[in-house]
């Protein structure tokens, strides 16, 4: 369609008399750099504001520009906006950075009344919502696959006909947040090196504590428990929320695994070995009194509600979603952040998540699976359930039963993808063995 119209803007000029060099100038000045041939159209040289007013295209030109691909339909792509539009702010109010960032929207939403809504929510432009074609050309040009995306062009890129400078915006911006400025590839290798150099002398002290604060939350009066005897330790941080489905689902199992966990140490000779356990609650709740409902479930330790060592925490571990259990080692160290999925596998037996220990689970899970039959019927499914490992057709999936993770062996439909964990399959009638 785009190039229909431009044939018959250049054929009815030259129909018409008009002088072809008119209209190649014009051409040149829409198209006079590379930002105006990705966000204008033939007929269209502006961009939108959310109170409706036209914004030039040219005016883009010099500027780090953020293409954010987005829809008021999709729930993530609302909690991204509030991240980005915090951003945002921040650089635009900045005297050093103000002038040179710009996001423009490109809409997937379903009419225009809600394209208006949506974007009357952000403070930066958008290509109009009845410019479909050239909606589609940048999903097609930078092969986007799902929302929310955040494709972050340098001026070079957009002058030089380059590739974008990197795709992962959304990543990015949730990772490093405001940091990540000025998106470039030097600037995201300083952050990874920092990254790295902060892992390497992360401690329990500079994880939980700050300089106001060297306690954290128990249930016991006094409620106060210094961090410092966390140390040497092993420690799980929580991270989850009361609003959250997932979360007030796994709790009361994580609870479970921690008092069985705590009955192992008392009865054996981990303790006598100077072993011990013990979890933190991470909270993402969003007011004081569903974190202290939520918290009074637990019976271990918990971070303040909304101290500021949450938000630090969520992105040094780059927790993308809850709940998450990550497992510290007693010497600070990170072991595993896929403590829920261990868990899940292998309940109070996990412990103490280190690599040894799931190489012994592993064999046994193995060893055991010889002697499951090859294929059951399951009492929640039709279909004809196959005994599956990582390596004979299967791998990391989410159980149709408990709606938890899993790994390793598992039962699997090879008609429509149904997969549970061998211990959820209930009143099965073995089919061959």
């Known amino acids: 369609m785009m ?5 018959n803007i250049h054929g009815q000029s030259l129909s018409n008399g008009t002088g072809a060099g008119a209209v190649g100038a014009e051409a040149e000045r829409v198209s006079s750099s590379r930002i105006s041939s990705l966000l204008a159209s033939p007929d269209r040289d502006y961009l939108l504001s959310r109170t409706g007013n036209q914004v030039k295209v040219s005016d883009l030109d010099g500027k780090i520009i953020g293409l954010y691909f987005s829809a008021n339909w ?16 921040q650089l635009k109010n900045s005297s050093t950075t103000g002038s040179s960032f710009e996001i423009v929207y490109i809409s997937s939403d379903e009419d225009s009344d809600a394209f208006n809504r949506y974007h009357a929510c952000m403070p930066w432009l958008a290509i109009p919502f009845s410019d479909l074609e050239t909606k589609k050309a940048l999903n097609r040009k930078f092969e986007v696959e799902g929302i929310p995306s955040l494709v972050i062009l340098q001026p070079g890129d957009y002058k030089d006909g380059d590739e974008a400078t990197l795709r992962d915006g959304v990543e990015i911006i949730y990772r490093y947040g ?4 000025p998106f470039t590839k030097q600037r995201l290798e300083q952050l990874e090196k920092e990254e790295k150099e902060k892992h390497e002398n992360q401690s329990l002290t500079n994880l939980l504590t700050n300089h106001d604060r060297h306690y954290l939350l128990g249930h016991r009066t006094p409620n106060q428990v210094p961090v410092a005897s966390l140390i040497g330790k092993t420690v799980g941080l929580y991270f989850s929320a009361q609003w959250c489905i997932p979360c007030v689902n796994f709790t009361p199992r994580l609870v479970s695994i921690y008092n069985k966990i705590k ?40 971070l ?11 992105k040094h571990f780059d927790v993308k979603g809850i709940p998450c259990l990550v497992i510290l080692g007693p010497d600070g160290k990170t072991v595993t952040r896929q403590g829920r999925n261990l868990i899940n596998l292998y309940k109070e037996n996990a412990y103490p998540f280190t690599d040894a220990k799931l190489e012994l689970l592993e064999k046994k899970m193995d060893e055991e699976a010889k002697s499951l039959p090859r294929s059951v019927y399951h009492g929640g499914h039709r279909h004809e359930l196959n005994l599956v490992s990582e390596g004979n057709g299967g791998g990391p999936f989410i159980c149709c039963d408990c709606d938890e993770q899993g790994c390793g062996w598992a039962y699997q439909c ?20």
């Open 74 to 89: 999709y729930p993530p792509c609302w909690n991204f906006n509030q991240v980005l539009i915090d951003i945002y702010d």
């Open 178 to 181: 405001v940091q990540a400025f």
């Open 3 to 7: 190039k229909e119209m431009m044939m």
């Open 414 to 433: 090879l008609e429509c993808g149904y997969e549970v964990h061998p211990k959820c399959v209930e009143a099965a009638a073995v089919v061959s063995t």
């Open 304 to 314: 303040p509600f909304d101290d500021p060592n949450i938000k630090e925490l969520v």
């Open 263 to 302: 009955e192992q140490m008392l009865v054996g000779d981990q303790q006598q070995d100077g072993e011990d356990f013990e979890i933190v609650f991470v909270s993402s709740d969003r007011d004081r009194t569903s974190f202290e409902a939520y918290f009074s479930t637990m019976p271990w330790l918990a």
